[in-house]
């Protein structure tokens, strides 16, 4: 099978509201993302990732858009999009838009209309959505929203239920509905003949529903029953057709956000052999540490267990090696900072953990995603106040499960809010020491993190022992080497408590990563001595053979 130009590549995701701002008013846009460029091309990546930069009410941060051919004005106008997109082909880079097509705003004219009637006597809209009667006077059956409260609303003028996965201002598209999908499919050529590379899809196996909208199983879990909406019975008829009538005419890359996937659906809809996605995001190993008790969903405290982050990226690497791909990553614009999640943010060791991280991810099969600051070792904030909060998800979460169900008291919620929130990782990028750690001139939209002054891009890019170089030199690495890029997956001693190992084989060659994820010195010899073994990657300046020290992390290549 020829390799794929996306197998090579390593994307780097920027949440352009909080990248930087350049004209000043306190938001990130595209002329901030243009300057940037230089030190983009000098960590080594390959192609940027951009949430949605499309004209909305913002209700979830731009994840609800009101109008898919325009650029949201606060983010700058289509010709400096049109630059920006030039510009970034320039410096050899690649782009990829988010695509945003499970749920449109509620200010979409499409919606505006479609709530207006229900036999569509003014628009041939009115089953653009998914529309209900009420059953017994009360919502169609028992989903919750992702966001907090039911999935369904009510509308008195049409006198139905509309679904909404998210939140209200996030009405669910008739995917069943052929207009809708050939809608889409001309959303996506508008952009795919401006020149963009390829799209992330958001949610994209939520858009076939299951059939009859079945109630979810009591007790329901906080928020969206992902599991129950997901890989819906026409989800691959649909990628198939758009793979038909749109992607297959491009030379594009496609990544799908995939909530609750299983190694088998991603083979299904991004097998080498079929022509539909290309890669999935997966959310086993993001969500591995979820609250025992099933009414607080995602929101917990809990310290990570190894060998349950260990078994659900093991999965993953054994199951698709071979037979589809593996995005690979820790951050988003949705999780938690992953040093402060996954290792440690303590001063002493952040550094190295975060390095670790890097090593331990990229020099896995499959395209690595790094998130904004993720290549500074950014932290999470450490919240203490609700107030502190923007997301939508974290306020009505609380309000939710504190005030309304009780289920929680404010002082537990507020630490399992400061652990798990989206917040942690929409804070402006770091870049220097300067007021607002140079993202702008102004007060920014939302605070930034109080330990900018110790981490931030100058300062890195002036260390040659900082994790920004760790991230260059691994991004090197993948792009030199088809041991690393295509080699297979060996995980050696899956309960291991302490360490992650495994081996990598390629053609005659062998790749052994051993990484500590605790600050104790451990002994571990995995024939790291052997005479044809050469250390070709390290957090530490030595090597001390079987002994591991604090957070280290090492790659070694057997001949
Ligand atoms: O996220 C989908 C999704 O899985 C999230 O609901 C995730 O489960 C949650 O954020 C974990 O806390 C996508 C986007 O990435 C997210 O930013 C949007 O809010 C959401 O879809 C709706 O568009
Ligand atoms: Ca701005």
């Given at each position: 099978?020829?390799?794929?130009?996306?197998?090579?590549?390593?994307?780097?995701?920027?949440?352009?509201?909080?990248?930087?701002?350049?004209?000043?008013?306190?938001?990130?846009?595209?002329?901030?993302?243009?300057?940037?460029?230089?030190?983009?091309?000098?960590?080594?990546?390959?192609?940027?990732?951009?949430?949605?930069?499309?004209?909305?009410?913002?209700?979830?941060?731009?994840?609800?858009?009101?109008?898919y051919e325009q650029i949201q004005p606060v983010y700058g106008s289509m010709?400096?999009?049109?630059?920006?997109?030039?510009?970034?082909?320039?410096?050899?880079?690649?782009?990829?838009?988010?695509?945003?097509?499970?749920?449109?705003?509620?200010?979409?004219?499409?919606?505006?209309?479609?709530?207006?009637?229900?036999?569509?006597?003014?628009?041939?809209?009115?089953?653009?959505?998914?529309?209900?009667?009420?059953?017994?006077?009360?919502?169609?059956?028992?989903?919750?929203?992702?966001?907090?409260?039911?999935?369904?609303?009510?509308?008195?003028?049409?006198?139905?239920?509309?679904?909404?996965?998210?939140?209200?201002?996030?009405?669910?598209?008739?995917?069943?509905?052929?207009?809708?999908?050939?809608?889409?499919?001309?959303?996506?050529?508008?952009?795919?003949?401006?020149?963009?590379?390829?799209?992330?899809?958001?949610?994209?196996?939520?858009?076939?529903?299951?059939?009859?909208?079945?109630?979810?199983?009591?007790?329901?879990?906080?928020?969206?029953?992902?599991?129950?909406?997901?890989?819906?019975?026409?989800?691959?008829?649909?990628?198939?057709?758009?793979?038909?009538?749109?992607?297959?005419?491009?030379?594009?890359?496609?990544?799908?956000?995939?909530?609750?996937?299983?190694?088998?659906?991603?083979?299904?809809?991004?097998?080498?052999?079929?022509?539909?996605?290309?890669?999935?995001?997966?959310?086993?190993?993001?969500?591995?540490?979820?609250?025992?008790?099933?009414?607080?969903?995602?929101?917990?405290?809990?310290?990570?267990?190894?060998?349950?982050?260990?078994?659900?990226?093991?999965?993953?690497?054994?199951?698709?090696?071979?037979?589809?791909?593996?995005?690979?990553?820790?951050?988003?614009?949705?999780?938690?900072?992953?040093?402060?999640?996954?290792?440690?943010?303590?001063?002493?060791?952040?550094?190295?953990?975060?390095?670790?991280?890097?090593?331990?991810?990229?020099?896995?099969?499959?395209?690595?995603?790094?998130?904004?600051?993720?290549?500074?070792?950014?932290?999470?904030?450490?919240?203490?106040?609700?107030?502190?909060?923007?997301?939508?998800?974290?306020?009505?979460?609380?309000?939710?499960?504190?005030?309304?169900?009780?289920?929680?008291?404010?002082?537990?919620?507020?630490?399992?809010?400061?652990?798990?929130?989206?917040?942690?990782?929409?804070?402006?990028?770091?870049?220097?020491?300067?007021?607002?750690?140079?993202?702008?001139?102004?007060?920014?939209?939302?605070?930034?993190?109080?330990?900018?002054?110790?981490?931030?891009?100058?300062?890195?890019?002036?260390?040659?022992?900082?994790?920004?170089?760790?991230?260059?030199?691994?991004?090197?690495?993948?792009?030199?080497?088809?041991?690393?890029?295509?080699?297979?997956?060996?995980?050696?001693?899956?309960?291991?408590?302490?360490?992650?190992?495994?081996?990598?084989?390629?053609?005659?060659?062998?790749?052994?990563?051993?990484?500590?994820?605790?600050?104790?010195?451990?002994?571990?010899?995995?024939?790291?001595?052997?005479?044809?073994?050469?250390?070709?990657?390290?957090?530490?300046?030595?090597?001390?053979?079987?002994?591991?020290?604090?957070?280290?992390?090492?790659?070694?290549?057997?001949?």
């Open positions: 099978m020829a390799h794929k130009w996306w197998q090579n590549a390593v994307i780097y995701q920027i949440y352009p509201m909080s990248f930087q701002d350049s004209n000043n008013d306190g938001i990130g846009d595209l002329p901030g993302i243009e300057q940037r460029l230089p030190y983009l091309k000098k960590l080594g990546v390959d192609v940027l990732w951009l949430n949605p930069i499309y004209k909305s009410p913002n209700k979830d941060n731009g994840y609800d858009i009101s109008d010709a400096e999009f049109d630059k920006l997109l030039s510009q970034i082909h320039k410096h050899g880079m690649k782009l990829l838009m988010d695509l945003v097509v499970n749920h449109t705003s509620d200010q979409h004219r499409w919606f505006q209309e479609s709530k207006r009637s229900k036999d569509g006597k003014y628009s041939d809209y009115s089953d653009y959505y998914i529309w209900r009667d009420p059953v017994d006077g009360h919502e169609p059956n028992n989903w919750h929203a992702a966001f907090g409260g039911s999935a369904w609303t009510f509308v008195p003028e049409r006198g139905q239920y509309y679904l909404h996965l998210f939140a209200p201002g996030q009405p669910d598209l008739n995917w069943e509905n052929p207009a809708v999908r050939e809608s889409v499919w001309n959303i996506m050529r508008f952009w795919l003949d401006k020149g963009v590379d390829g799209f992330r899809m958001d949610v994209i196996n939520l858009i076939s529903k299951p059939a009859g909208l079945p109630d979810a199983p009591e007790p329901a879990t906080y928020g969206l029953t992902e599991a129950l909406v997901a890989d819906g019975p026409k989800l691959d008829d649909y990628l198939r057709e758009m793979n038909d009538k749109v992607l297959s005419h491009y030379d594009i890359m496609t990544v799908g956000e995939m909530p609750s996937s299983k190694p088998e659906d991603a083979i299904n809809y991004t097998g080498l052999d079929k022509h539909e996605l290309n890669m999935v995001f997966q959310f086993e190993h993001v969500t591995v540490a979820a609250n025992p008790d099933p009414r607080l969903g995602k929101w917990n405290d809990q310290p990570v267990e190894l060998p349950q982050l260990k078994r659900a990226l093991s999965r993953w690497q054994k199951a698709l090696d071979g037979r589809g791909w593996n995005s690979l990553y820790w951050n988003n614009h949705d999780q938690p900072r992953a040093v402060s999640r996954f290792a440690t943010d303590d001063p002493k060791y952040r550094v190295r953990a975060a390095k670790m991280l890097g090593t331990t991810l990229h020099m896995m099969q499959g395209t690595p995603f790094v998130y904004e600051g993720e290549e500074l070792g950014m932290t999470n904030v450490h919240y203490t106040r609700l107030d502190q909060y923007e997301d939508l998800e974290a306020i009505n979460s609380y309000h939710e499960l504190v005030d309304e169900q009780k289920v929680v008291d404010g002082q537990t919620m507020l630490k399992y809010l400061a652990h798990m929130s989206r917040d942690n990782a929409r804070t402006p990028m770091q870049w220097d020491t300067s007021k607002n750690a140079g993202f702008s001139k102004v007060q920014p939209w939302f605070a930034v993190n109080p330990n900018y002054p110790e981490i931030n891009a100058e300062k890195a890019v002036d260390d040659s022992q900082s994790v920004f170089y760790h991230y260059q030199k691994l991004i090197q690495l993948r792009h030199d080497s088809d041991l690393v890029k295509f080699g297979n997956y060996d995980e050696i001693d899956p309960e291991d408590t302490d360490v992650f190992a495994y081996r990598r084989h390629y053609q005659d060659q062998t790749l052994l990563v051993i990484s500590n994820f605790t600050d104790q010195t451990v002994t571990r010899d995995y024939d790291q001595g052997h005479p044809t073994a050469k250390l070709i990657l390290s957090n530490y300046d030595d090597d001390l053979g079987t002994e591991l020290r604090p957070y280290e992390s090492k790659v070694y290549v057997f001949k």
